[in-house]
C-alpha cells in the first residue's frame, strides 16, 4: 500500500518541473498566446485582442497579485486534471501555469 503523501510529493516535483519550463511573466505568456501560429506558420490566436489589450494594460498589477507558490497546494490527480483538460498548451508543450 502507497502512503498517501507519495500524492503530494509526486505534485510538487510536477510543479517544480513546470515552473522551470514556463515563463513566469503573465504579460508575456498572454502575449505569446496572442501571436501563436500553427504548425504551418498561420495565425492562430489562443487570446483575443480585447483579453491581450486588458492584460497588457495592466500588466503590474496582474503580476502581483499572483501567487505561483500556491501552486505546490494542489494534489497529483488535481494537477493531472488541469494538465489534461484545462491548461493552455503551444505546440503540445504546457505553457500555462495553474
Known sequence: MLHPDYS???ARILV???HKYTNENFAEL???LRNYK???GRSAPLISER???IVQENAEKIQEKIQYS???EYDFFG???LFRAYLLKMHD???ERP
Open 8 to 10: 503530494i510529493l509526486a
Open 16 to 18: 517544480s518541473r513546470l
Open 30 to 32: 498572454v502575449l505569446a
Open 38 to 40: 500553427d504548425i504551418a
Open 51 to 53: 483579453v491581450n489589450k
Open 70 to 72: 500556491r501552486d505546490f
Open 79 to 81: 494537477l493531472k486534471t
Open 93 to 95: 508543450k504546457m505553457v
